[in-house]
């Protein structure tokens, strides 16, 4: 059991939840595992209706993750985000269409999926451009990344380029 878990509040999609994102991160390029690990339901003592899902635990990418029918009180705020680091750009491009449907766009890789969740998709290759020991260069590719929705991988190469 991982000691530390993201704990995703929603109203009452966390079953329909749970199952998008395992259903995601399953079919994209490089697959490792993701899958429901166990689901809970509320009994009589509440505060939801008996019977209804509590709880469902579940693994993307070999990392728990937990979400939970907690009710309206609370939603998602860009304040948290989770961040997949993809080693190509077919990731990238996969992640991105899939999580973004339903949801929105946002700028430098970031977007919110239909349930609000906010993500950062982030190819490995921008934070190893970023961290160049040329600093001019780490400073075009971050020019570059910050016109930009999702992170095209070809351009922060031209970026880091142009002055070569």
């Not at 080693?87 to 990238?92: A, I």
Request: proline share 5%.
């Amino acid at each position: 059991m991982e000691k530390i878990v993201p704990f995703l509040w929603f109203d009452d999609q966390a079953e329909e939840a749970a199952n998008f994102y395992v259903s995601v991160f399953s079919k994209r390029p490089g697959a490792r595992t993701s899958r429901v690990r166990n689901i809970t339901h509320y009994g009589e003592a509440g505060p939801r209706p008996a019977g209804m899902v509590m709880t469902v635990d579940f693994e993307l990418e070999g990392h728990g993750i937990t979400a939970l029918n907690g009710g309206p009180e609370f939603s998602f705020t860009e304040a948290l985000s989770l961040a997949v680091n993809c080693e190509s750009q077919k990731e990238v491009d996969y992640l991105w269409t899939a999580l973004s449907e339903g949801g929105e766009e946002g700028p430098c890789g970031w977007l919110k999926d239909r349930y609000g969740l906010s993500w950062q998709i982030m190819p490995v290759r921008l934070t190893e451009l970023l961290n160049d020991p040329d600093e001019a260069a780490a400073q075009r590719v971050m020019s570059a990344m910050l016109q930009m929705t999702k992170i095209d991988i070809a351009e922060l190469e031209r970026a880091y380029a142009a002055g070569a």
